[in-house]
């Protein structure tokens, strides 16, 4: 597995979008679940969604379903994280990482390959 690149974090308003972007450029991309995931400051890091390889299997952390959306192209390496409807409590550093296997799961032992993470900030 090779390092894994967040882009299109950045400041929004609440109510706005903005999509994320996690560049592979090394390993077998289309052979291990992916996700994201975030930390707040002052909180821990929580699972916001993950992505089995072959896209059939998709799961969100709460209500997340109703405003984000995890996609992936695995032959251009890239997993996605839409978020819609941005709210202050979305404010987050957000990091992608590359599972150990090919499921989905928001579970953080199952990742061994992060990323250095993109800011995300809402303001009200």
């Known amino acids: 597995q090779g390092p894994l690149v967040e882009s299109g974090g950045g400041l929004a308003q609440a109510g706005e979008s ?10 077998r991309f289309d052979s291990y679940g992916m996700a994201w995931f975030r930390q707040a400051p002052g909180k821990g890091r929580e699972g916001v969604s993950c992505i089995s390889r072959n896209s059939y299997s ?4 709460g209500s997340l379903r109703d405003r984000f959306l995890i996609s992936r192209d695995n032959a251009k390496k890239i997993l996605y994280l839409q978020m819609n409807n941005l709210q202050p409590e979305d404010t987050a550093m957000y990091y ?3 599972s150990s296997d090919e499921y989905c799961s928001l579970r953080a032992d199952n990742y061994k390959n992060w990323g250095q993470g993109t800011q995300v900030t809402v303001s009200s």
Do not use: D, F, P, R
């Open 18 to 27: 903005l999509t994320l972007s996690c560049t592979v450029s090394e390993g």
């Open 58 to 61: 998709t799961y969100y952390s």
């Open 96 to 98: 992608c990482a590359w």
